[in-house]
């Protein structure tokens, strides 16, 4: 019997180690690493309680050691794709009705084996598997993944508590938080541990069951968080991970009648797709899919005239080149008054000089490869086309190697330019477009910053004027659904700053929120009468 009213453990932002030489974390971290790169593993479908493997195997390489195997992930054909929603259908009923108390305590252990057992093996194998270095690794892999899981499983209880008034002695209101009919569908990125971690899961929590895509570049470490999710209690079939040919598995997922919704991140163009995917298929589905996804980002980093120069510097450099610019969020163009440029430009060559570029393993090297050949033929195509431009002049980088791995020296442009092409897309990797402004141009500047790019992901002023901020944060309220002030662009901390844009940038439904959780429920509202009425005439029809 449960008959409890519960209170769950108050969540808190897991501490970020610092892996300082002569750090316990470090040593441990380091002998982690080296046991990784000393074996090769297998990483099976999961369905149900299978682990299959099949006849396609794809070797899992280190960006920045691409002739070096960690192991092999198993790909499935269309067949498997069925059965993991089919498995996933028959796991649905037992896992809805369990009590909710029940459900979240296996992702309250699972952030516990992450936060102790599993934390170097997460924070390895996404160095490892993805190139992050230890800190980016430590942020995300190990602390974002485990403060997705505690505050989501608090944001639960929150929404299982919020319950209508009522006010009538004789009636009693209820509202009911269901999970959605049918299946969801996790289409997760390579670039964060955390969130590919954090699309299943945050959707199983809620009580759906999940069909589990994530990207091929990203195995090493969805397989620890499979592990981990296995070993925390999660019962078979409430999460399958399946990999394969993104296409085939889109087709089945979106034309199968008990597709309930997609929680996706990725880039915009795929998502346009998925969308119009789905729209071509509202006739064959039971009910309105949730359709749920944060894309892609074009973001800002502008300096006033009042700016702290070497604050405004460190973060510019640290939101544009942090895991080689490969964030939604990371700074891709910087307008700078031409009356600080100087300045400016000054404190951002003398860090660039101490900024070095290599493998992961070496921890002193603050950028390491980017995800894949890939990435780096588009990185390095838009690096070559700005240098084509009359407008464009390459101040620092513009160079690369793939001869061990896919590396690109951290890249700045100065330009003329305000719609030259790395002032306007989206490139993903570690290229930052400068564009100076007349300081008298200040609100015209707001509005072009506006005006330039589709996307509304994330954004930040540099001031010490508060007009000046006031300014920038009315003109480009809907430029950016993160908004920082006096700090970089990136770095969106689960319960602190929900994560997510608009426009180009996605649904807006905040990572890391209450608000996002609400996409993965359906609510009934229950009203129970305990005095109903026995005739049916009103007093207005009397006489």
């Not at 089919?86 to 009923?93: D, G, P, S, T």
């Not at 300081?439 to 015209?444: D, K, N």
Request: negative net charge.
């Amino acid at each position: 019997m449960s008959n409890g009213i519960y209170n769950v453990p108050i969540p808190k932002n897991e501490p970020v180690y610092g892996y300082a030489p002569g750090s316990p974390e470090r040593e441990k971290l380091k002998a982690t690493l080296a046991e990784l790169r000393s074996k090769e593993i297998e990483v099976p479908l999961y369905i149900g309680n299978q682990q299959i493997r099949t006849n396609k195997k794809v070797a899992i390489t280190p960006p920045h050691d691409h002739q070096h195997v960690l192991g092999y992930f198993y790909e499935g054909g269309p067949e498997h794709v069925t059965e993991a929603i089919e498995v996933a259908l028959q796991a649905r009923h037992a896992w809805a009705v369990l009590p909710w108390q029940q459900r979240l305590a296996i992702f309250l252990k699972a952030a516990e084996l992450s936060a102790t057992k599993y934390r170097y093996l997460l924070n390895a194998s996404t160095m490892l598997g993805q190139s992050k270095n230890a800190f980016q690794a430590e942020i995300d892999a190990a602390c974002e993944w485990v403060d997705f899981l505690r505050f989501n499983v608090a944001f639960a209880t929150e929404i299982y508590r919020n319950q209508p008034i009522s006010p009538d002695p004789t009636i009693w209101n209820q509202v009911e938080y269901r999970p959605l009919e049918g299946f969801v569908f996790a289409l997760t990125p390579f670039n964060f541990t955390a969130i590919s971690g954090n699309l299943p899961a945050s959707a199983a929590m809620m009580g759906n069951v999940v069909v589990w895509k994530p990207a091929p570049t990203q195995m090493y470490s969805a397989y620890v968080l499979m592990q981990i999710l296995k070993e925390a209690g999660l019962p078979d079939g409430v999460i399958n991970l399946i990999q394969g040919d993104g296409p085939m598995i889109g087709d089945l997922v979106f034309s199968h009648s008990e597709f309930a919704g997609i929680h996706f991140t990725g880039s915009t163009a795929v998502f346009k797709t998925i969308w119009k995917n789905i729209g071509s298929h509202m006739d064959s589905y039971r009910y309105y899919p949730r359709i749920v996804g944060e894309t892609g980002g074009k973001d800002f980093m502008l300096a006033h005239e009042s700016a702290d120069v070497k604050a405004y510097a460190a973060n510019l450099l640290r939101a544009a080149f942090e895991f080689q610019g490969q964030k939604c969020s990371a700074a891709s163009r910087a307008y700078i008054p031409t009356t600080l440029w100087e300045s400016v430009w000054s404190e951002m060559k003398a860090m660039l000089e101490t900024m070095k570029v290599g493998p992961t393993e070496d921890f002193s090297n603050f950028v390491n490869a980017v995800i894949d050949e890939r990435a780096f033929q588009k990185i390095t195509g838009f690096i070559e086309r700005a240098r084509q431009n009359s407008a464009n002049e390459i101040i620092w980088g513009g160079t690369y190697d793939s001869s061990k791995g896919w590396f690109i020296d951290p890249t700045l442009i100065l330009t003329t330019d305000p719609h030259s092409e790395t002032m306007e897309q989206e490139i993903f990797g570690p290229v930052l477009t400068i564009y100076l402004y007349e300081p008298t141009q200040f609100e015209e500047t707001l509005s072009l910053i506006d005006r330039t790019s589709p996307y509304a992901l994330t954004g930040a002023i540099f001031s010490q004027d508060r007009y000046a901020i006031d300014l920038a944060s009315r003109k480009l309220v809907n430029s950016a659904g993160n908004f920082y002030v006096n700090d970089k662009c990136t770095g969106a901390v689960v319960g602190q700053q929900p994560f997510g844009g608009a426009r180009g940038s996605g649904t807006n439904d905040k990572a890391g929120s209450m608000q996002n959780l609400l996409r993965w429920v359906s609510a009934r509202t229950i009203k129970e009468g305990f005095v109903p009425a026995t005739d049916y005439r009103y007093p207005f029809l009397a006489e």
